[in-house]
C-alpha cells in the first residue's frame, strides 16, 4: 500500500513529464511551417492540401463561342485560398547580441546561483590560528556569577 508521501512525490514525477511533453509540443508547432490551400467551386470546397497545392475542379477557365463565331473565356465562379504559416527561425540566441548590461546581469546571476550550492565541506575556523587573550584575573570569580 502507498502512503500519502510516495504518491505525492510519483504524482510530481507525473506532472512533470506532462509539462514537458507539452512545452515539447508547443516549441514543435511554434517552429513549424505549412501551408493550406483549398479550392472551391461556387460556395461548395473542392479540394483541400495540406503542404501542397490544391488541384482544381477543371473549371478554371471556360471558352464560349459567341454569336459571331469568337471564342471569348467566361470567368466562372471557381476560387483558390492559401493560407501560409510561417514558423519562427530564430530560437536561438547568441550571447553576443545581448547588450553588455544584460550580459554583465547573465554572468553575475550564472556565478551567485552556482556559489549557493557550493557547500562547504570541512568546519573552517578563521580565528584558530590566532591565540585567545591573556586572562589576568578569574573573570567568573571577579563578577560572582556561578552557574547553580
Known sequence: MLNFRSFVIRMKVF??????LVMAFLVLFSTISFT???????KHL??????????????????????????????????????????QDHLKYSFEQFT???????ASFITTYIDIFLGIHENVVPHNEYPPPLLFKDIIIFEQQFLI
Open 15 to 20: 506532472i512533470r513529464h506532462i509539462v514537458s
Open 36 to 42: 493550406v490551400d483549398m479550392h472551391f467551386c461556387g
Open 46 to 87: 473542392v479540394d483541400f492540401s495540406l503542404f501542397n497545392k490544391a488541384e482544381t475542379c477543371g473549371m478554371d477557365s471556360m471558352m464560349a463561342v459567341s454569336g459571331d463565331g469568337q471564342m471569348t473565356m467566361e470567368m466562372d465562379c471557381c476560387s483558390d485560398f492559401n493560407l501560409v504559416q510561417q514558423g
Open 100 to 106: 553588455f548590461e544584460h550580459q554583465l546581469f547573465v
